[in-house]
T-cell receptor, first 114, second 115 residues
């Protein structure tokens, strides 16, 4: 059974640029959630995708957007990058979309915005 | 905001049991208690979860008080590899389309296992 994978592992961008992060869900899972973790803080929920539709969103601006594909992999896109977007971006996959299922996390993508 | 309160840090001797407390006094009847841990710069790792009854798996035991207002995660024989930040999370059981299914992390407890 393949776990959650994310790419790239590290990324450096400059302010104003756009970035796309990718996540492959664990085999058999149909739900992907994205989290942002700033240094020294716990992860914060960005949004969740279930069967290719957004299924809940945290307190993040519209320049954070996402996609889920028919194979349940997912992308997180961030436009107009700001310095405060520097963080570890985590995706977690689960099965069901009903909320009570256990989420399993990938290793994360560390983004640095200069 | 996180609905849980945890001590910011704890120490444990290698080979001894680590008992990590969590207060969740406002927990609702349909909310589960989840525990994750995060080893430095890695993704959070699921440990265990429960609703009312005590739970045990190969990693840990979860003891939930009868009134469900607090719980304790027990690592029976802590090793140096158990050094991590441990997060206690309260989460609703069912999501009918909102964002209730997300995990709300606090700052967790930094557990240091010492030789």
């Amino acid at each position: 059974e393949t776990g959650v994978t994310q790419s790239p592992t590290h990324l450096i961008k400059t302010r104003g640029q756009q970035v796309t992060l990718r996540c492959s869900s664990q085999s058999g899972h149909n739900t992907v959630s994205w989290y942002q973790q700033a240094l020294g803080q716990g992860p914060q929920f960005i949004f969740q995708y279930y069967r290719e539709e957004e299924n809940g969103r945290g307190n993040f601006p519209p320049r954070f957007s996402g996609l889920q594909f028919p194979n349940y992999s997912s992308e997180l896109n961030v436009n107009a990058l700001e310095l405060d977007d520097s963080a570890l971006y985590l995706c977690a996959s689960s099965f069901g979309g009903l909320g009570q299922e256990t989420q399993y996390f990938g290793p994360g993508t560390r983004l640095l915005v200069l | 905001d996180a609905k849980t309160t945890q001590p910011p840090s704890m120490d444990c001797a290698e080979g001894r049991a680590a008992n990590l407390p969590c207060n969740h006094s406002t927990i609702s009847g349909n909310e589960y208690v989840y525990w994750y841990r995060q080893i430095h710069s890695q993704g959070p790792q699921y440990i265990i979860h429960g609703l009312k009854n005590n739970e045990t798996n190969e990693m840990a035991s979860l003891i939930i008080t009868e009134d469900r207002k607090s719980s304790t995660l027990i690592l029976p024989h802590a090793t140096l590899r158990d050094t991590a930040v441990y997060y206690c999370i309260v989460r609703v059981g069912l999501n009918y389309g909102g964002s209730q299914g997300n995990l709300i992390f606090g700052k967790g407890t930094k557990l240091s296992v010492k030789p």
